[in-house]
């Protein structure tokens, strides 16, 4: 059993910067592959970003390459989601999810957080 808690969100000027954290709990944690999902308003939820267990590989959407830097720290239960040059189609409800496998479909991932909310202004 892993349990995920999101913090970081908040509201950002588009050109900006913020840094999502994730904390997990539960043993078997640094075994997970982690992702980041992200849901607005009336769309269905998208893949972000992953990394690996061992967090030798990284995957990011197409729409975050080169603006977003997924990253963990297995000693700290921790996972987080740098996110520069932020655009107003970045606003989201940000979640955290863990699988046994990386993956960037939500419906591979065994567990998820309640998610934070990132709003990006124009």
């Known amino acids: 059993q892993v349990q995920l808690v999101e913090s970081g969100g908040g509201l950002v000027q588009a050109g900006g910067s913020l840094r999502l954290s994730c904390a997990a709990s539960?043993?078997?944690?640094?075994?997970?592959?982690m992702d980041w999902f992200r849901q607005a308003p009336g769309k269905e939820r998208e893949f972000v970003a992953a990394?690996?267990?061992?967090?030798?590989?990284?995957n990011y959407a197409d729409s975050v390459k080169g603006r977003f830097t997924i990253s963990r720290e297995n000693a700290k239960n921790m996972v987080y989601l740098q996110m520069n040059s932020l655009k107003p189609e970045d606003t989201a409800v940000y979640y955290c999810?863990?699988?046994?496998?990386?993956?960037?479909?939500?419906?591979?991932?065994?567990?998820w957080g309640k998610g934070t909310l990132v709003t990006v202004s124009s």
């Open positions: 990394i690996t267990w061992s967090g030798d590989v990284l």
């Open positions: 539960g043993r078997s944690y640094s075994r997970y592959a």
């Open positions: 999810a863990a699988g046994r496998l990386s993956s960037r479909l939500p419906e591979s991932m065994d567990y």
